[in-house]
């Protein structure tokens, strides 16, 4: 397995954000440096006035999508948000956002969540991913 894992999330929906909190959770349990690049709806996602909020699945998930919300309610499933942040906590995390998207939607560090670590460009991520496994999410 690598030693280092690095995450793109360029989706804001419930399925893909609460898959990678997921995964690099994992990651961090299991002592991996892991890196996540937020671009486009990624990003909006953890604006400070929209990370603690309920999120839209795709349309595909139809009729679906308000049961599985749900669902994952009642099974006390740890919202994607909350999931990041102990990631952060307990393992070497590190979440940043893409300096073109901040700049394309007119957005600074001081828009959002704590938990973005920086705001770098793509080939500043290109280098702290050098040598390990990368996923698109």
Known sequence: ??????????????????????????????????????????IMALRKDAVDKPLPLPTEYGEQGKQILEIMEQRGVTPFAELLRLATSVGDVHIHACAMTVDLFNMGKDDLDDMVEDIIGVGTFIQLAEGGSVVFI
């Not at 399925?15 to 990624?42: R, Y």
């Open 1 to 42: 397995m690598s030693s280092k894992m690095s995450f793109v999330a360029f989706s804001g929906t419930a399925d893909k954000l609460q898959a990678l909190a997921t995964m690099v959770s994992g990651a961090a349990a299991m002592e991996v440096e892991t890196h996540v690049f937020l671009t486009f709806w990624g």
